[in-house]
């Protein structure tokens, strides 16, 4: 199967005017033509419950099916209380399920953590770090991305006026482009 690689970009913020998501959006701007990035959000994905496991949900099967489709998977994420939001753990959850067949096995992983404040959100990348390997593909250890200030990054239109940022984001797309591209060959 040739380029452009699908990829599930997924943003761990429910907020309308979310940071995650004007980041994520500026990724598949900066993406390299052999990417195709889909961002998805997380409004739909209905609760994890282990009881509904042998009759799962719409929401859960179309989330896995998209997962199950794709190159890889780029997870963006804000920082909650040192770890990741309970929504984004929530879409991992549903798609490690069920047992041995998750649907990020295999998928080469990208993560992209951002915050307003000085520490860019890394206790939620390292997070994730520690829970995907089980479940998922290779995940790129390097280059490491930790957005700072994303605060005052986007003008009222969602562009990124950052310059410095918008270069190391242009390294990191640019290498996660050569790790989907060496996973999936
Ligand atoms: C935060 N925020 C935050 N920021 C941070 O750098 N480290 C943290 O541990 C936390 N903890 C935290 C907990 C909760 C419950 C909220 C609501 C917020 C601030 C956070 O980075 C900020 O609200 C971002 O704007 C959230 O990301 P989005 O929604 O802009 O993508």
């Known amino acids: 199967m040739p380029a452009p690689w699908n990829i599930v ?25 052999s990417l195709k990035m889909n961002v998805v959000t997380l409004h739909d994905i ?16 179309a989330f896995r099916e998209r997962l199950q489709k794709s190159n890889g998977v780029l997870f963006v994420t804000p ?27 295999g998928k080469p992983i990208g993560i ?38 994303v605060g005052d990054a986007f003008d009222a239109e969602g562009n990124l006026t950052k310059e410095p940022m918008q270069k190391v984001m242009q390294q990191f797309i640019d290498a996660f482009a050569a790790w989907v591209e060496k996973h999936n060959r």
């Open 9 to 33: 970009v997924i943003a761990g913020s429910l907020r309308k005017e979310s940071f995650t998501l004007k980041v994520a959006k500026a990724l598949a701007k900066l993406s390299p033509a």
């Open 46 to 61: 209905s609760f994890f419950n282990q009881d509904l496991e042998a009759n799962p949900p719409a929401d859960w099967l």
């Open 79 to 105: 920082e909650y209380n040192r770890s990741i939001p309970g929504v984004l753990k929530n879409a991992i959850d549903v798609g490690s399920r069920p047992y041995g067949k998750s649907s990020f096995l």
């Open 112 to 149: 992209v953590s951002n915050s307003p404040g000085v520490l860019g959100g890394v206790n939620a990348a390292m997070n994730l770090k520690q829970l995907l390997p089980g479940i998922t593909g290779p995940i790129m250890g390097q280059p490491e991305i930790y957005l700072v200030g």
